[in-house]
């Protein structure tokens, strides 16, 4: 995952494992295998990075538990911004890709030209930092101490990413999937009481996902939704009309094995989401038109020298990239309402 996010290959500086690299730290010899932290035009602080190797087994385990970052389209930057060219085309009323459509000719006439509208997506290179500290009797102490320590940086950060993913505003960050423009928010039913999820909703919802994302959207809730959507049921009663009296014939919210699926689709089950009732508690999304560019692979640093004075050691992991839905805009089809890649489902409060 790791080596498809930055598309290049792992180094171990000549360590067999993250615990020799450690041992070799902590013992205070020099070995030309250390290699120190610096960064842009500013001479080495003292730190040393582990190696990239290592740091991305981390983030393999840690990209495993996301739920957008693992699924979203993987962009590798070159430089401090990225632009990412594509067709401005979501008016379907009368054109396709923003200007052009086939037309039936007779012999011999002639074709008149057409231009397609495209657009840029642009990608800034943020900086994602996360610092601590531990003091050096902790480290002496606690051998594993550190080896947790460096672990739970590295999934720290890449939770703060996928939160990002989906929360994100756009200003220093990236642009989340509840943040975007191109997202739908569908209405509450009328006189829908607060705090609920009823099944209306979920059809709605379904109905407003564009159907060239049928086969890789996910649902996505927080786990407050989960008592009501476990509690529900579809009813028919004599008539043929649904009530909530009669037989049972139908049940979306389905599980196997521990996992869950909704009108066939996977169920992701996050604490990144508000809780039952908000805006965004429940989501819709194909997480493949959403893209996440990455300038700098993870990097997990440690210095002795910042914390002399106190006797302790400081880490800092950070990473550098940006994400944004492809999306500028909901799609207008030739008929219909409008179709989007995310569909949230509004307050109910």
Sequence with gaps: MADRLFGQQRQTDGFASFGEWLQCLDSGR??????????????????FLVPSQFANMFLDAAIEETILVKRCLKLPMTSDELKVSGFDGNNHTSTLFGGIIAAWEEELATASPQTPKTRQVAFHAHKLLLLTRASNELLADASSYERMLGRALITATAWKLDYDLFRGTGAGQPLGALSAGSRIE????????????????????FAR??????????????????VPLLTMDVHVDVAGSASLVGDTTYTPFRESDGRFTLFGRPVEISEKLPGLGNAGDIVLVDPT???LAMRQEVVVEKSVH?????????????????????WAEAMTPNAGDSLSWCVTLAERS
Aim: net charge neutral; with cysteine; charged share 20%.
């Design 30 to 47: 020099f070995d030309q295998r250390l290699r120190a932290a610096a960064s842009e035009g500013i001479d080495s602080d003292g730190g």
């Design 186 to 205: 569908v209405a509450k039913v009328a006189n829908q009481t607060a705090d609920t999820i009823w099944f209306r909703n979920l059809v709605d919802m």
């Design 209 to 226: 996902l564009h159907p060239n994302c049928y086969k890789n959207a996910i649902w996505c809730i927080n786990p407050t939704c989960i």
């Design 289 to 291: 038109q959403y893209a």
């Design 306 to 326: 910042a914390g002399f004075t106190s006797d302790s050691s400081y880490y800092r992991c950070k990473l550098r990239g940006d994400g944004s839905p492809l």
